[in-house]
């Protein structure tokens, strides 16, 4: 036991020696040790994880998210509730419960959300609150925000294969804005529906969860592909909120508009 911590401690660079001191240590619990705090106890030496191991997990964990930021900084504390509409009240306490059974559900069928409907009502901010506990919690997350991350992938096919396959293996898959209309239409060229029929049909089939905001409601995606609709609502059921109504009242942005 004593050569392997020797061999152990042989590999780890020491910051003072190579670098004359100038190298700031990270932790000062194990002083940069690969994660382990080593002890003595009764003349025998014994290493443990050091708690900057999760630390580091979680923000390698969010540096791989594609998350801004500006986006890291949303949570449940900072979505003001109060006068909304009881419709963004439900999209609030639905992505709660989500959250809160997430471990439970996590490998059935019905371990997805959607919030739909109204632009402007939040439904960004919320399910980035979740993806931000998740995250917390070591669950790896893929934020993809439908326009930008196709007109990214149109631009350099080189990038299609890797993110596509990233989007397929990450552990909660968070697609935001899917198929955000422009002037009422739908985007979903035949390419954007194939690239993301692959994704969610893999991720259908494997149990794993995806969350989704979109101005679409189900039966508008429904129009667009059947196939890929009904993964997305068989998914989803368990926790689906539809916004709908008076944009004047449901838009943050517009709060004030008379």
Not at 109 to 119: D, F, K, P, T, Y
Request: aromatic residues 10%; neutral net charge.
């Amino acid at each position: 036991m004593e050569k392997v911590i020797q061999r152990m401690k042989e590999k780890v660079p020491s910051s003072a020696i190579e670098q004359g001191g100038s190298e700031e240590i990270e932790c000062e619990e194990c002083n940069d040790f690969m994660g382990f705090i080593i002890k003595n106890a009764e003349g025998y030496e014994f290493w443990h994880d050091c708690e900057c191991v999760e630390r580091k997990r979680t923000e390698r964990i969010m540096k791989n998210s594609a998350i801004t930021k500006e986006f890291a900084k949303l949570g449940f504390q900072n979505f003001d509730t109060t006068d909304k509409d009881s419709q963004i009240k439900d999209m609030y306490q639905c992505a709660m419960s989500y959250l809160k059974e997430f471990k439970d559900i996590r490998e059935d069928r019905g371990n997805s959300i959607a919030l739909l409907g109204q632009s402007g009502a939040g439904k960004t901010h919320i399910l980035m609150a979740v993806s931000n506990n998740l995250m917390r919690k070591n669950v790896s997350v893929l934020y993809f925000p439908y326009v930008e991350g196709f007109s990214d992938l149109k631009d350099d096919f080189q990038k299609l294969e890797a993110k596509i396959h990233r989007m397929k293996k990450v552990d909660v898959l968070f697609v935001d804005d899917l198929f955000k209309p422009v002037k009422g239409t739908p985007r979903a060229t035949e390419w954007q529906l194939e690239q993301m029929y692959s994704v969610i049909n893999h991720r259908y089939l494997n149990h794993m969860p995806v969350l989704i905001s979109s101005e679409l409601i189900i039966d508008d995606m429904f129009e667009l592909d059947e196939a890929l609709a009904s993964r997305i609502y068989e998914m989803c059921k368990k926790f689906i909120v539809v916004v709908k109504g008076d944009r004047k009242k449901l838009n943050h942005r517009l709060r004030g508009l008379s």
